[in-house]
């Protein structure tokens, strides 16, 4: 499979997730936590802030540090500002059902790639010795589809194999459950409880320049950084 099919086909999965996000997730949310500390409409207000006056401290008090000591990972970072600021924050409006690729399969009760929600994406970069991390905060207002819609940053990040996409979309963490994405180990993604309705998911991630991340932010030092992220917003 070619990047440009690999492209193609994780973003026909990940709309068509929309639809199926109910089914997906039905497995994974045992243990509920309650109404968390961030809603949607916060998250978005704050993003497009963020898109037009962009900063180098990452919002809601997310300390990169912090979580990193507590998961015994050197905790010396710093804002990545090579791109003229650390943190950034998009804004989407969503969009109507679409057709399909032409020659791509489908199935028969799915005539159209299914509508996407609103959404709303803040992303904070780091440094740390020779690796860059990235904090990402991803939110819809519809109930369980976030990571679903998050899937080709997800497969981007982790370097993950369209299976082994599939099968953290068969097995996503539900409110207060943090995972290590499958793939080289070099992704992390926490969903958190919204306060009131909606999704939101926390990914922390590793990206060194190159094939070959590095080792020291990554595997499961990675996922308990991520999960003292996800602490830090409840």
Partial sequence: MTAAQRRTFTAVFASAGVLLGTAACSSSPAGVAGPGALSYDTVRATAQKLHQDRQNTCPFGLDLGKALKAAGLPDAVGPD?????????EVGDGRPPQPWPTGATHPPEMPSIPATPPNADITC???AGGSSLAVELFAVPKTGVAVNLLLPRIQSQARASVSQLRQLADHQPGP??????PGADTAALARLAPKGEGDIV????????????????????LRKAAEALAGQLR
Wanted: net charge negative; charged share 20%; aromatic share 6%.
């Fill in 202 to 221: 926390l990914m922390l991630s590793e990206d060194s320049a190159g094939d070959t991340p590095d080792r020291t932010y990554t595997g499961e030092g």
């Fill in 176 to 181: 207060g459950q943090t995972v290590l994405v």
């Fill in 125 to 127: 970069a780091y440094r």
């Fill in 81 to 89: 500002t090579g791109n003229g600021s650390a943190v950034d924050g």
